[in-house]
């Protein structure tokens, strides 16, 4: 069997007998029947993935990857060993270099499809929350065991008996079969995708107005402050005044950290708090603005606010890597991503408006 017809087979075997494995699993477990997965039917491509990808493993350590790590570790044995020592050792390494690759292999696949259908798709397909040793929700060290597990009866049961099956069958109607499965799946998928997005397009309308609601409840507080109201007698970046690039910095920054589900809260604050300063820095000031501003700043606010180590390190730290220590926290980040974000637009907004300007300028004195 060449080696496409035996990947298109493998693959489309193995998401099937994923399936009605996770059916009985979950189902026994839930004392009902349960369709897992994002697909409405009857696979799960995350074990067809996986069995490609121990396939490969598999062949390689056939060709005698492992011989040579084995042949060293045998020769370096202290003290020296026979041949029934040389036996056992070289067994034990060869389980354990197996054991540890499939770990990486199946957890890391398990990894990546947990955290990308939950930030790509909102799904959560699987939950390992009350999981010891868990990461993310997506893996925990009780599975990635039973994944190893799994692997080792693949390689020693699955694989050969799938091998045995397939070259019982004619070629060219096991490949037919395969490539229709996966398209099966591959429709499966547009369409569960299709209902996502139109999902997330009817939601995000009134995500949108309640994101704007509770960022303005945020915010409210502070800009009652005369401290910072006085913000918007500066110009800044050219076209802006300073509190209004502070307000685009706060809610960009409201937005990643909520999206990255950090402290949205601080991130908003923050943002809004980092150009306190009450100069016109192109004119007055003192020396090396860009480096010493950021504790001006924090000193304004901390006169003005109540302020959490967070927030401290935003208004303290966004003006990185002028400030040669790199923020604290991811919140700190968001804001200086977004701080430089918002200044680079504004200077570009400046300059189109400005082009624009001189254009219809030109085209007046002509005429």
Known sequence: ????????????????????????????????????????????????????????????????????????????????????????????????SKAVLYFFVTTGMELVTGLASRRLLNRQLWDYSGEVFCIGNSVCLKFSCLWVALAFFYEYVAFPAALSLGRSLDPVLLLALGLGVCLAMFFDFCLQANKVVKTRRILSVAGTEENHREFSKIVRPLLEKEELRRLAHFRHHWNKTRLDHSMDVAWLSYVITKRLSRDYVSAARGGLLHDLFHYDWATEGPRLHGLRHPRICLGNAEKIVDLNSRERDIIKKHMWPLTIMPPRYPEAWCVCLADTYCGVRDYLDAARRLRRTSNEGCVQSRL
């Not at 994923?18 to 994002?38: D, I, M």
């Not at 491509?45 to 040579?68: D, R, W």
């Open 1 to 96: 069997m060449s080696e496409l017809p035996l990947a298109v087979y493998l693959f489309a075997l193995f998401s099937l007998v994923g399936w009605v494995l996770e059916v009985c699993f979950r189902s026994a477990r839930q004392k009902k029947l349960v369709n897992p997965g994002f697909l409405a039917g009857p696979y799960l491509p995350l074990y067809g993935a996986s069995v490609l990808a121990l396939t490969c493993c598999i062949i390689h350590l056939n060709k005698g990857l492992l011989e040579p790590f084995v042949a060293d570790l045998i020769d370096n044995a202290m003290p020296p060993v026979g041949d029934w020592g040389r036996l056992l050792i070289a067994a034990g390494a060869l389980i354990l």
